[in-house]
């Protein structure tokens, strides 16, 4: 497969670095604004500078391609998905943000390739994985999701530093959260829900953010009774954020506090991901529960040390492209829920990071794990 790669960021660089490890793929160019990113250890076969906001030289490298990948910013996904549409290219991209869901999702209606928006971790795996065990049982009285991307250790206020993108943390802490409540769809306010919960012996909290859950309340609803996605954090994060966003009424200003953030806040390749699926139904028969838990830590690869949240995100797109590289995807709009979780762990790094059943062996892509 030829791939193109849109931002050169840390998670598009991880992308193209795994996608090199990958036998389906054979050709990856990589594209962005900057003349000479830093990709580290890992130098790409192909890059080329250009703006996504010019539309003939995006064409031309998306043009021939089977698969386009956006690792860019949200705000430019519309404009690659239009050029993906037009040139008849599998578009998949990263993003949270669900008005541009909603676009991507009205262009694919008549696309001969598939389009996959929502890749990567949450929304991306986490949705995979829940839904393939909410469909372990007849009844689901509730499904609960929760993710977060923390730093292994922290001592300001915040309990909390950067490890990426400061305009989708931003934007995911300000938009209405979608749930499910006694099976109808409604609309949960961000920040609030608050609760506590105990993993491994560590005290975290979660709390309503939008994104994350996807398109899965249109999948479930009248079918699972309470459904909800919820972002964790080490507890006094939330009132802190409330604090910034309410308060001094910073989220109706969200580019002054993402100014701030990527000027204040310290970057972290210190990190964990946190993932919690807690699913509550029966099979004609006594209330069960079933959960899944895993932590997912940086590695080495190759020689270039990746964090948690790049990992992981990087994972779940790559993980999409070989499912589409064996034709396993349909044309046009694709859910997330649409794959099984079998089909996600029998891809290399679906396996490699998300499956439990894996084990470090010399067959895996990985130096070492920490």
Same mark, same amino acid.
């Given at each position: ?128 994985? +829940? ?6 049982? *007849? #009844?689901? =009285?509730?499904?609960?999701? $929760?993710?977060?991307?923390?730093? &292994? ?54 709390f309503n953010t939008s994104g994350g859950i996807a398109t899965m309340?249109?999948?479930?609803? +009248? ?6 996605? *919820? #972002?964790? =954090?080490?507890?006094?994060? $939330?009132?802190?954020?409330?604090? &910034? ?126």
């Open positions: 497969m030829k791939i193109t790669i849109l931002g050169a960021g840390k998670v598009g660089t991880t992308i193209a670095l795994m996608l090199d490890k990958s036998d389906f793929c054979s050709d990856i160019r990589i594209g962005d604004i900057v003349e000479q990113p830093d990709f580290g250890r890992f130098v790409p076969r192909a890059y080329t500078q250009l703006d996504i906001n010019d539309p003939i030289a995006l064409a031309k490298l998306i043009s021939g391609r089977d698969a386009v990948v956006s690792a860019a910013p949200f705000y430019l996904n519309r404009i690659i998905a239009e050029t993906c549409a037009r040139e008849r290219v599998a578009y998949f991209d990263l993003t949270e943000d669900v008005e541009t869901t909603a676009f991507i999702r009205g262009l694919a209606q008549k696309a001969a390739v598939p389009f996959v928006p929502q890749c990567g971790l949450a929304p991306g795996a986490i949705n995979i994985i +829940g839904s393939s065990y909410a469909r372990m049982f *007849k #009844t689901v =009285r509730s499904l609960e999701l $929760r993710v977060g991307a923390l730093p &292994l250790y922290a001592s300001n206020s915040m309990k909390y530093y950067l490890s990426w993108s400061t305009a989708g943390l931003i934007n995911e802490y300000c938009q209405l959260a979608e749930a499910l409540y006694n099976k109808c769809r409604i609309n949960a306010m961000p920040l609030e829900g608050l609760e506590r919960l105990t993993i491994d012996g560590t005290e975290y909290e979660a309340c249109e999948t479930f609803e +009248g079918c699972v009774g309470d459904l909800n996605y *919820k #972002t964790i =954090r080490y507890p006094g994060h $939330r009132d802190l954020m409330r604090f &910034l966003l309410h308060d001094l009424n910073l989220g109706r200003n969200r580019h002054v506090l993402t100014q701030i953030f990527d000027q204040e806040v310290p970057l972290t390749e210190q990190d964990v991901v946190i993932m919690y699926v807690n699913v509550v139904g029966s099979d004609e028969g006594p209330v069960l529960q079933r959960n899944f838990v895993k932590k997912i830590y940086g590695r080495l690869i190759d020689g270039t040390t990746l964090s948690a949240i790049q990992l992981s995100t990087a994972a779940g797109l790559v993980a999409m492209l070989e499912l589409f590289s064996r034709g396993r995807l349909k044309t046009g709009f694709v859910k997330q829920e649409d794959i099984a979780v079998e089909d996600f762990f029998s891809t290399l790094w679906g396996h490699t990071v998300y499956d439990p059943a894996c084990e470090k062996s010399p067959h895996h892509p990985t130096d070492r794990t920490d």
